[in-house]
């Protein structure tokens, strides 16, 4: 039987399930927390060591440090589901996020983990309790 992974993820929180085949539900395999996603762009800039100094004289996005914590949070991600297909945890992936963070998933998810992505919903549904997860994803994941 295939295993299905569902990756339910936003800038902060990411929650991976699995489905074992239909009618069997979700059981959350891993849950990965990235708090500096949540922190305030100011907290992230003085946190970080070194100055956010001058690039040429043109001025930074106020969203830089959010948007860096982000990618390294989908970084983190992909490799988690790298390291899934590499060891046969999952034969097909679904990912849910919002598009911002979609986005950065798709662009770090490596060829062949890419390849088994069958569903991408571009939504949070990462404080959606598992019932209603499921019932939400059951055309995708055929529960």
């Known amino acids: ?30 849950e990965l927390i990235h708090p500096e996603s949540r922190q305030k762009n100011a907290e992230l800039a003085t946190d970080r060591s070194g100055s956010m100094g001058s690039t040429g004289g043109t001025m930074q996005p106020h969203s830089v440090p959010k948007t860096r914590e982000a990618k390294v949070f989908a970084q983190e991600i992909a490799h988690t589901l790298y ?21 950065m998933l798709n662009n770090l998810l490596d060829a062949p983990t890419a390849h088994l992505v069958s569903d991408r919903f ?19 994941i055929n529960l």
């Open 1 to 30: 039987m295939a295993i299905t992974w569902i990756l339910v993820a936003n800038a902060s929180l990411a929650k991976l399930y699995a489905n074992l085949g239909p009618n069997k539900g979700l059981k959350l395999v891993k």
């Open 83 to 103: 390291q899934g297909r590499a060891t046969n945890a999952f034969k097909r992936a679904i990912i849910v996020a919002p598009p911002a963070f979609m986005g």
């Open 122 to 140: 571009e939504k949070d549904y990462t404080k959606t309790p598992e019932p209603e997860l499921a019932s939400r994803l059951a055309t995708a």
